[in-house]
């Protein structure tokens, strides 16, 4: 019991860091710009659902997409710790991630699927850290990771949908200080990843 909570615990913070609802939250704002209250509500609630169907199918499917293209456990930690930590660099530079590039778009209900769901809500480094979850984990550890990134993409909802209530009482430095902080998290899940699999290529796993 005292190792699932760990593990669910583990995979919160990994897609916290990630998704990262509060530091996502002025992108929306930005897309969603002029649609009235119905619009934005239908728009938010699409790329959730988007977003969790794209990472669920990548967590269900992982070991398969795995053993098709032969891909090993520690070539995915090492790549994906490397891609991850380069996306916590860059919040820390206080720059756009490749990942999360944006162009100015009309608002549209299409937004929901691109960039909202891809490649800001179920970008990269969303399914990487998804899959690497679950690389070499029992079924009930990939139902549990299925669970928090549902339970994630309701608190994205929550937030988005409180948006512009939110923007108003922390303000844009607020916003901009949980971002350096996320990015700080990221860029050590992803250092993380990568001892994990040189620990694993050389058979240092105790």
């Not at 070539?75 to 380069?86: E, N």
């Not at 070499?136 to 139902?143: E, T």
């Amino acid at each position: 019991m005292d190792n699932i909570i760990t593990f669910s615990i583990t995979v919160f913070t990994g897609f916290f860091a990630i998704m990262n609802p509060i530091s996502n939250m002025p992108i929306f704002i930005t897309l969603v710009e002029g649609a009235d209250k119905k619009t934005k509500q239908r728009i938010n609630l699409k790329a959730v659902i988007i977003a969790f169907i794209i990472v669920s199918v990548f967590v269900i499917l992982g070991k398969f997409i795995f053993e098709l293209f032969g891909i090993t456990i520690p070539a995915f930690k090492i790549t994906g710790g490397i891609l991850i930590f380069f996306v916590g660099f860059e919040m820390l530079q206080s720059k756009k991630s490749n990942v999360k590039h944006l162009e100015k778009v009309n608002i549209d209900e299409n937004i929901a699927v691109s960039p909202l769901a891809i490649p800001i809500l179920a970008g990269p480094g969303t399914i990487v850290t998804a899959m690497n979850f679950v690389s070499h984990a029992s079924y009930v550890h990939i139902a549990l990771v299925i669970l928090v990134f549902g339970i994630m993409c309701l608190l994205t909802y929550i937030t988005f949908s409180l948006s512009d209530l939110i923007a108003k009482k922390i303000g844009e430095n607020v916003i901009s200080v949980i971002g350096k902080l996320m990015g700080l998290i990221i860029a050590i899940i992803g250092t993380n990843m990568i001892i994990e699999g040189i620990k694993i290529s050389f058979d240092l796993v105790k």
